[in-house]
């Protein structure tokens, strides 16, 4: 327990950061997985993304965030988005 | 059932990297890169003996980009940069022979605002993307960011307008941009004697007409890899009669 209360105690404010953003990360994920409708999954994803973007920019890694926000957030996202419609347009009929 | 198995898991992972690795690694903003491998690298001497780095003062340096990971990604790794536009042609062209079977055109609902604002951002996004693949020897991106940037520009004005479709030249200047990669390859080849070698010369570091091929290579990815997103995203809108 001794143990626990020190490492809280030494956090920084860099290391709030990360922890904040990685639970953050980590709630959207398991929304993501648990979530009833596919499309609230894929907007789970896309914010996980995102939020992973700002763990990149603390890391000194501005290639990868960019990266990671075009892609990683946007077109996957918008072509997932279209598979679903494809999905759901095929099951009318 | 299920949701047991992935907790127990879970937290079986999460044991052993924060009692295990986490411990192991350097406190963040300590390592030394000049004693790393990288030196190397951001010395930009492989052959010769090493010399100091100046930025837009050093002349003919031997990569003379003034970005570590695209003086790794274009010229010393560069095939392995071929391989990778390879293999996202082979992805679109699975998504385009996959999503043209006997569907019908997604279709919109159109909103004024959007569709008078994506007409009065969309230029500025191609211009964004136009910046980070062209600066991609100076600043951090390159082709393949710059080509998504742009790429999500027209996806944009995908959902604004409905009668909007990307034509043939989307596919036509793909195939001339990987073309023209392997053909800077060749080149490379008759001059130097190494495929994909920098065969140009690399001018002062930090200017824009600088590294070589570089800014050659990555303004041919950033219009190859826009088309080709560009294309594989109306893919997936339009239907069989694309």
């Not at chain 2, 392995?80 to 006997?102: R, S």
């Not at chain 2, 570089?214 to 239907?239: N, Q, W």
Request: hydrophobic share 50%.
């Amino acid at each position: 327990m001794s143990k626990l209360v020190e490492f809280f105690t030494n956090l920084e404010l860099i290391d709030w950061i990360f922890y904040l953003v990685g639970g953050l990360m980590v709630v959207f994920s398991i929304f993501a997985v648990e979530a009833r409708r596919i499309f609230d999954s894929v907007l789970a994803l896309s914010a996980v993304s995102l939020l992973s973007v700002l763990l990149f920019i603390v890391l000194k890694a501005p290639d990868v965030a960019i990266t990671e926000a075009a892609v990683g957030s946007g077109l996957a996202s918008a072509v997932m988005i279209f598979a679903l419609f494809r999905m759901k347009a095929g099951e009318k009929k | 059932m299920r949701r047991i198995w992935a907790i127990l898991i879970s937290v079986v992972f999460l044991y052993f990297f924060l009692g295990t690795y986490f411990p192991t690694l350097p406190k963040f903003g300590n390592i030394d890169m000049y004693r790393r491998v990288s030196f190397d690298y951001i010395s930009k001497s492989t052959t010769t003996s090493y010399q100091p780095v100046e930025y837009k003062k050093s002349k003919g340096l031997e990569d003379g980009s003034a970005n570590v990971v695209t003086s790794i990604v274009v010229n010393y790794r560069s095939f392995d940069t071929l391989g990778e536009v390879t293999v996202l042609f082979a992805a679109a062209l699975g998504v385009g022979i996959l999503a043209n079977i006997k569907k019908r055109r997604i279709e919109f609902e159109e909103h004024k605002v959007l569709s008078v604002a994506a007409g009065m951002i969309f230029p500025l996004i191609l211009l964004f993307g136009a910046y980070i693949f062209i600066h991609g020897h100076l600043t951090p991106g390159g082709g393949f960011p710059g080509g998504t940037v742009i790429a999500l520009g027209v996806l944009l004005l995908m959902l604004a307008k409905n009668e909007f479709k990307v034509t043939d030249v989307a596919k036509h200047t793909e195939q001339v941009a990987g073309s023209g990669y392997v053909l800077v390859g060749l080149i490379g080849m008759a001059v130097v004697g190494v495929f994909l070698a920098n065969f140009l010369p690399t001018g002062t570091i930090g200017n824009l007409f600088s590294a070589g091929v570089v800014p050659i290579v990555y303004s041919l990815i950033g219009f190859k890899v826009g088309a080709e997103l560009s294309s594989l995203v109306s893919d997936m809108r339009e239907g069989d009669k694309a």
